[in-house]
């Protein structure tokens, strides 16, 4: 599949979206709803879960995503910490902030 560069295929975010969502549902223990009040592009209607993110996790777990495949074969949520993890690592040098704004950064670095 042909995608533009930094998007995840067959998802409607890019890397760096995907990234910041499971670092702040995973490493910053966030509700799902105030993750995707920061994150979803489409203005929410009253909602109280983003299947999204559980979906994402599950990707990360199968190890369908070649940039964290260190993460698969581990429960939706635990691969979605490591995931956040990995790209905090792909953060530019002295990025400045708390993990889920590194793994923002790392996200849109990743290739």
């Not at 549902?25 to 203005?43: D, I, S």
């Not at 953060?91 to 950064?105: R, V």
């Amino acid at each position: 599949m042909v995608v533009p560069r930094g998007i995840e295929p067959r998802r409607h975010y890019g890397r760096a979206a995907i990234c910041l969502a499971l670092a702040l549902w995973a490493l910053a223990g966030q509700p799902t709803t105030v993750v995707r009040a920061r994150v979803c592009a489409w203005p929410g209607r009253d909602t109280t879960s983003w299947r999204t993110l559980t979906r994402w996790g599950a990707a990360v777990a199968s190890g369908d995503w070649p940039w964290c495949r260190a993460a698969a074969k581990l429960g939706a949520r635990a691969a979605a910490a490591r995931a956040g993890q990995i790209a905090a690592g792909w953060a530019p040098a002295m990025t400045p902030g708390p993990i889920w704004e590194q793994a923002y950064a790392g996200g849109a670095a990743l290739i």
